[in-house]
C-alpha cells in the first residue's frame, strides 16, 4: 500500500457524460500527478500539481481538467466523455515537484458506454 | 520528448531462473531511472531507481545498471519467484524545460511470467 488513495475505484458513464476522479496524496506529499493508461498507449502523463500549483503538462486534452486543493487532494474532471477515455487514470504523488520518487495510488478504471 | 524503449513486452521464464528487461532512452538530460512493478488490479509500486551518477544499484534479488553513453539501463531479476509475475514498467525522469518540475516518461512494459 503506497498510502495513495484514489476514489472512486470504477466508473461506468455514458459518452457526453461528465465524471470527476478523486485522489488524495500520501502523508506530507505536496506534489500529485495523474496519468492515463490504456492498452495501447501504456502510462502517459496528463498533468502536475504542486501545492495548489499546476507546475507541468503533458498529454492532456482540452476536455479534461484538473486541481488541487488546500488540503492537497486532487481532482481530475473528465468531460464530453468518448469511447476512446475509457482507460485506468492513476495518481501519484511525491513529497516536492523536484522530488525523484513518485508513489502510485491503485486507480481508478474508467468505462465509456 | 524524451523517447523510452523497453524490451522484450512478455518474458517467461522457470522459477529461480533470472530475468533481464532493457530499456533505451533518447533523452541525455535524463538523469533518473525508476523501474516499477504492476500487478494484475493494482497500481504500479516502485522497486529499485538509480541515478545517473550510478551505474549499479542492488537490493536483494533485484540489480538495475546504467550505461550512460550508451543510453540504456536493465533490471536484473535473480532467483525468480512465482510472485515476481508482473508487469515491469521502466522510467527516464529529467527536470522540464522551466526547471519547475520533474517529469517522468514510461516504457510500454514488460509482462513477466515465472513459470513453477
Known amino acids: 500500500d503506497s498510502g495513495v488513495t484514489q476514489t472512486p475505484k470504477h466508473l461506468i458513464t455514458a459518452t457526453g457524460q461528465r465524471v470527476t476522479l478523486r485522489c488524495s496524496p500520501r502523508?506530507?506529499?505536496?506534489?500529485v500527478y495523474w496519468y492515463q493508461q490504456s492498452l495501447d498507449q501504456g502510462l502517459q502523463f496528463l498533468i502536475q500539481?504542486?501545492?495548489?500549483?499546476?507546475?507541468a503538462k503533458g498529454n492532456i486534452l482540452e476536455r479534461f481538467s484538473a486541481q488541487q486543493f488546500p488540503d492537497l487532494h486532487s481532482e481530475l474532471n473528465l468531460s464530453s466523455l468518448e469511447l476512446g477515455d475509457s482507460a485506468l487514470y492513476f495518481c501519484?504523488?511525491?513529497?516536492?515537484?523536484?522530488?525523484?520518487?513518485?508513489?502510485f495510488g491503485p486507480g481508478t478504471r474508467l468505462t465509456v458506454t | 520528448g524524451e523517447n523510452v524503449e523497453q524490451h522484450p513486452s512478455t518474458l517467461s521464464v522457470q522459477e529461480g531462473d533470472s530475468a533481464v528487461i532493457k530499456c533505451t532512452y533518447s533523452?541525455?538530460?535524463?538523469?533518473?531511472f525508476p523501474w516499477y512493478k504492476q500487478e494484475l488490479g493494482k497500481g504500479p509500486q516502485l522497486i529499485i531507481d538509480?541515478?545517473?551518477?550510478?551505474g549499479e544499484k542492488k537490493d536483494q534479488r533485484i540489480a538495475v545498471t546504467l550505461n550512460k553513453t550508451a543510453k540504456h539501463f536493465s533490471l536484473h531479476i535473480t532467483e525468480t519467484q512465482p510472485e515476481d509475475s508482473a508487469v515491469y514498467f521502466c522510467?527516464?525522469?529529467?527536470?522540464?524545460?522551466?526547471?519547475?518540475?520533474?517529469?517522468?516518461?514510461f516504457g510500454s512494459g514488460t509482462q513477466l511470467t515465472v513459470l513453477p
Open positions: 501519484a504523488s511525491s513529497q516536492g515537484p523536484l522530488s525523484y520518487e513518485q508513489y
Open positions: 538509480i541515478r545517473s551518477n550510478v
Open positions: 500539481y504542486y501545492n495548489g500549483e499546476e507546475r
Open positions: 533523452d541525455s538530460a535524463s538523469n533518473y
Open positions: 502523508s506530507g506529499d505536496l506534489s
Open positions: 522510467a527516464a525522469g529529467k527536470r522540464i524545460s522551466s526547471g519547475s518540475a520533474r517529469q517522468l516518461t
